[in-house]
């Protein structure tokens, strides 16, 4: 199985930098980086869009 790795967060867009930046204050951000976004449970991938969408309405 290949892992997209993120090796520097400023080749990303914005969007999907916001997006690891919500993993990280939530502390998955670890686990994200080592197993994939496929190994987080449902409940913390709609944390995740739920914070990015209260975000993206706030700007």
Do not use: C
Not at 25 to 34: A, I, M, T
Not at 40 to 47: M, N, P, Q, V, W
């Amino acid at each position: 199985m290949l892992k997209k790795k993120v090796t520097d967060l400023h080749q990303i867009t914005p969007e999907e930098r916001m997006k690891y930046e919500v993993a990280e204050e939530l502390g998955l951000l670890d686990q994200v980086l080592n197993d994939g976004w496929k190994s987080l449970s449902a409940k913390e991938t709609g944390r995740i869009g739920g914070l990015i969408t209260k975000r993206k309405r706030e700007l």
